[in-house]
């Protein structure tokens, strides 16, 4: 039996290339770390070359049923005045969709070919193929490795060290409302911070803030990440725009909750505080 390609990481990457390589008729293995695939991570927007590759993997159109085409894009100002649109339509359109959604549809038919709850723990590249040892303790041997395990990658640390990433000025805060927004990918654009919201779903909008900040040492999981010390100044502008207030603010004088998913505890409590107890202005 001819020994399969070993793909560490079950991501967005990682099931793209299984895909990809099953279809030629090369075996596959890939191991994802964790126990079971949560829906982790925000939205995503697929643009037409991520779409056509999709196609040609014959899976263009489970994509697109789940997620929310997007003719164009839109940047306006802090306060909603459009600076400029762009028109997805000549390249073929793109697709809003949660990260999570668009892993469902990688993982179709591989689930024979994935173990969960496994890492690599060492690989020895020989003369034909590697030999490796999984965290279960077997050895096996394959015809290639990929490292898609990740900007923290563990089979990147093992080839070539530990590697820092290097932070690039600016933070963002991703989360998820259960409540229409803009009709097409909305970024408004405020000093040093850019607002972006973007339909993933008929009652769905993917939201990102990003802020230019200095770095902040990590937090440990499960904590809540302070929300930018900058949003309380900039957030009456950005509120008072359209896109911003019918997606995130709580119908004029409720108080309810919306409820919100963030992709980290990120902002979720200070944001909780900002968007989910006040009143549209
Ligand atoms: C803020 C932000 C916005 C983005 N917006 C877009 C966008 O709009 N459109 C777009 O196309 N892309 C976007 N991207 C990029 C996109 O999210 C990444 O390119 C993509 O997720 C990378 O896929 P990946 O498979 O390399 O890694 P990931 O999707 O991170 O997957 C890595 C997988 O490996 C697993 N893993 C980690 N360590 C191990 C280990 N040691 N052993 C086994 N498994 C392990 C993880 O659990 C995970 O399942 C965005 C990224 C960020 C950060």
Redesign the pocket.
Known sequence: MTAPVLI???????LALAQALTRQGVPVRV????AVLRPVGAG???ASN?LRVLDRLGLGDAVRAAGHPLSGAQLTTDAGRPLQTLSYTASGGAVGLHRAALQRVLAQGLEGQLLLGT??RALHPQRAGVEVTLSDGTVQRCRAVVG????HS?VRALLFGAVAPRYAGYT?W?FVVPRPGPAQATELWGRGCRLGLVPIGPDQTYG?LTVNAPEQPPRSRGRPEPWPKCWPTRRPSVARSPPYSRALCPAPRSSAPISMKFTSAAGARAASRCWATRRTP
């Open positions: 560490v990481g079950a991501g967005i990457g990682g191991i994802e770390n964790a995503l927007i697929l991520a890492t690599l898609a395990d990740g900007l563990s963002s991703r990102y």
